[in-house]
């Protein structure tokens, strides 16, 4: 059985033939262009057909509907039963506001027979070209159902352009098809492009095996519902699929629309415009071409009658839209207003009774009103002067600190030095926060701050700084933003529009030589791995004093300010408040600052900073990574000691290795060990005069390694290779010398 849906066309130009007068042709056309054009159906035209409302366009007779596209039959299809039908489809509903009419579609199948060994087809096609009628892309999906099935659906949308398309349906046995999903396992669903107007199913006869045709003979196929369809696994085992609505039928979503044009076309041409009633609106369709009409908001009805759009009188529904207020009706709409004696928000149902103010209390409430305002007035004006004045101080701190100098020879020498705001600072440290700190001195505290994509930096927040220095201090950052050593932290910027500028450094993640060397729980620190942290950091401090220009003395050298780098490469910090020393200038401090058992001696007595200050500190250095002693450290006794002093005292009686720690005493010879603590006595001398240039003791350390071509080597080299890099072949095959010993090796690695 095949349902074809056509439309009957009416031939005007073989009518003419037949008519013999002009009146009878004026009679004919004037009939057409009511019944085609714009229609208005009479009381006597039937509202329903059986249990299904017809509204107006469709009606049942050619003057009941829109025209003949729109044209229903009530047919009897049982002893007192009436159904509508479209063409030769039954409609099942019709619904105005979605523009939408479902009805019954057959089911296409592909049935195996046992008895002849071949397989029955049973298709169907359905053509709505040149109707106001396409299938729903929304609602409808094209739907196989069975095992080893490939389903096709046909047709064309879009001014005639072929549509194609299938879904595959697999099962191997009864266990592995499951309900409710219609996934690929047992069904399949596939969707279907807008303004699909021409169907047809088919199968594909070479997929279907027959392996599974022992408990699954049918394979279905059709366009349907998918919000009505949900999927049973007995519609794959037996033939209740066919069972539904007595003749395998199932409901499918037909969107229709009036005309081919937009709202904005039609709506200029009154005489075949559709939306007719008062307060109705036109919409084009979502489907294809075409519009539909709706009431406006507010009103209910048929909008393709006169005056079939009505108000909705909101107030006398059953749920009172004003709660406890009173409801009144609008057109289109309504209001609610609070009871008398009340005052509120009716529409959500807050009206509370008023209440009677005496003229004292109406006098407080204007009176706390009126300071209220000018309170909230006078704290914008505060804020105001507040911001302006900040403004203002940022400018002077910046002018203060040299800022606009430092500007001005940042562009002339191009430099990579970069001048921070206060507000980037707060967001990298968020806000200063205490568990973003890194250390804290006596020069001030150090921030870890996070200024985005992976980009770490170390802040500095000086607690003061004199007014000397704030003259200077621009000039100071653009020499010391030109340091560039391998075994010097890296000045990045600054931030001088504060009170104190801070300072911004690259960011050395492996903490510092004091918490190496008194914090961490590492027993085994090579001496090789020592001596190379030694020989950086006097490297680093012999260029601050005689490469960069003009000259700097550090002022602070201690353990906690020497970084740790990768593979334990050491890195001096903190230089950014040392001082600037031009040749044949001293350095005269009206406060001594510095960290107590590593000031020198003479800068306490003196007041004189110097270079040779820096090497007094570099040697209680040297003598903690000899000792592992703090600076300042605690004798078995209880007695607080000078750990200088201690050394001196132990070298002078000989009792020397009663300090040091036991792996240095275990990995260096005698003469190795007194080489080394000669050289630290040397840094430590009272006089600054009688101890050597940070140069000399770099050079020292360095000759280490040749110092009587001592090849000594640790009790597990394993254990020093860990602390270093791995050595590169250039570093191996450069330099005069194609062998060196073990310690010279370590050292030179770490360089």
Not at 273 to 282: F, H
Not at 362 to 377: D, R, Y
Not at 406 to 434: G, H, P, V
Not at 490 to 496: D, E, H, P, R
Request: aromatic share 10%.
């Amino acid at each position: 059985m095949r349902i074809v849906s056509e439309l009957v066309a009416s031939t005007i130009s073989s009518e003419l033939a037949a008519m013999s007068s002009a009146i009878a042709l004026v009679s004919l056309l004037f009939q057409l262009l009511l019944a085609v054009a714009s229609p208005v159906p009479d009381s006597s035209c039937p509202t329903k057909c059986g249990d299904v409302d017809i509204p107006y366009p469709f009606g049942v007779g050619i003057n009941c509907s829109w025209g003949i596209r729109f044209n229903l039959t009530c047919d009897e299809v049982e002893t007192g039963v009436k159904k509508p039908f479209l063409f030769n489809v039954e409609v099942h509903s019709v619904s105005l506001l979605m523009g939408q009419l479902r009805f019954l579609n057959p089911i296409s199948s592909a049935c195996y027979n046992p008895n002849y060994n071949n397989v029955t087809y049973t298709s169907w096609w359905i053509n709505f070209e040149d109707t106001p009628y396409r299938f729903s892309d929304l609602h409808n999906k094209f739907t196989g159902i069975g095992c080893d099935t490939l389903a096709y659906i046909i047709g064309s949308h879009e001014s005639n352009i072929s549509y194609q398309s299938g879904c595959v349906s697999m099962c191997d046995d009864e266990e592995s098809i499951v309900s409710d999903s219609c996934s690929g396992m047992g069904c399949c669903q596939t969707s279907i492009p807008k303004n699909l107007k021409y169907y047809e199913v088919s199968f594909d006869e070479y997929f279907n095996n027959s392996a599974i045709w022992r408990f699954s003979r049918c394979s279905y196929a059709v366009l349907l519902d998918a919000e009505w369809f949900e999927f049973q696994t007995s519609y794959i085992t037996t033939t209740q699929l066919m069972q539904i609505n007595s003749d395998g039928r199932v409901p499918v979503v037909i969107d229709w629309a009036i005309g081919n044009e937009t709202c904005e076309v039609a709506s200029h041409d009154l005489s075949s415009y559709a939306c007719i009633s008062n307060d109705s609106e036109c919409i084009d369709s979502s489907n294809g071409p075409g519009y539909l009409c709706n009431c406006s908001t507010g009103y209910q009805g048929n909008p393709y009658v006169s005056d079939g759009c009505q108000d909705i009188n909101e107030c006398n529904q059953q749920r009172n839209p004003c709660s406890d207020g009173i409801c009144q009706n609008l057109p289109g709409n309504y209001s609610c207003d609070c009871p008398e004696g009340k005052h509120g928000d009716a529409y959500n149902g807050t009206c509370i009774p008023n209440q009677k103010l005496s003229l004292a209390v109406k006098a407080v409430i204007g009176t706390s009103i009126s300071l209220t305002f000018l309170l909230v007035f006078g704290m914008c004006i505060c804020m105001i002067y507040q911001r302006r004045k900040l403004i203002q101080s940022r400018k002077r701190y910046f002018s203060e600190h040299g800022g606009m100098q430092l500007l001005e020879e940042m562009r002339k020498l191009s430099l990579a030095f970069r001048i921070f705001s206060k507000e980037e600072l707060e967001r990298a440290t968020n806000r200063f926060d205490k568990s973003r700190i890194l250390g804290q001195g006596g020069y001030g505290t150090v921030y870890k701050g996070d200024m985005g994509d992976n980009q770490f930096v170390a802040i500095k927040q000086p607690k003061v700084i004199n007014e000397r220095q704030k003259k200077e201090f621009g000039k100071e950052m653009l020499i010391l933003s030109q340091v560039n050593h391998r075994n010097i932290v890296k000045l990045l910027g600054c931030c001088l529009e504060v009170e104190v500028p801070m300072l911004v450094y690259e960011f050395v993640p492996n903490g510092n030589l004091f918490e190496l060397i008194h914090s961490r729980n590492i027993d085994n620190l090579p001496l090789a791995v020592r001596l190379n942290i030694a020989r950086d950091s006097a490297d680093a401090l012999a260029y601050l004093h005689y490469s960069a220009s003009p000259r700097i003395i550090h002022g602070d050298v201690k353990s906690a300010n020497i970084l740790l780098h990768e593979n334990y490469t050491a890195k001096v910090s903190d230089f950014g408040a040392s001082r600037l020393n031009p040749k044949d200038e001293d350095q005269f401090a009206t406060l001594v600052q510095g960290t107590c058992g590593y000031l020198d001696p003479e800068y306490l007595q003196t007041c004189k900073l110097t270079e040779k200050s820096d090497v007094y500190s570099f040697g209680v250095v040297l003598l903690e990574l000899l000792t592992r002693k703090k600076a300042i450290y605690f004798e078995e006794n209880g007695e607080e000691t000078s750990l200088a002093s201690s050394f001196i005292l132990a070298k002078k009686e000989d009792r020397l290795e009663e300090l040091l720690d036991n792996q240095v005493t275990s990995e260096g010879d005698a003469e190795l060990i007194e080489r080394i603590g000669e050289m630290a006595v040397q840094c430590l001398s009272m006089k600054g005069e009688e101890r050597p240039t940070m140069k000399n003791v770099a050079d020292q350390l360095n000759s280490i390694r040749k110092f009587k071509q001592h090849p000594w080597t640790p009790p597990n080299a394993e254990d020093i290779e860990s602390f270093l890099p791995v050595p590169s072949d250039a570093q191996m095959s450069t330099g005069n010398t194609s062998y060196i010993p073990k310690v010279a090796l370590c050292i030179e690695y770490a360089r």
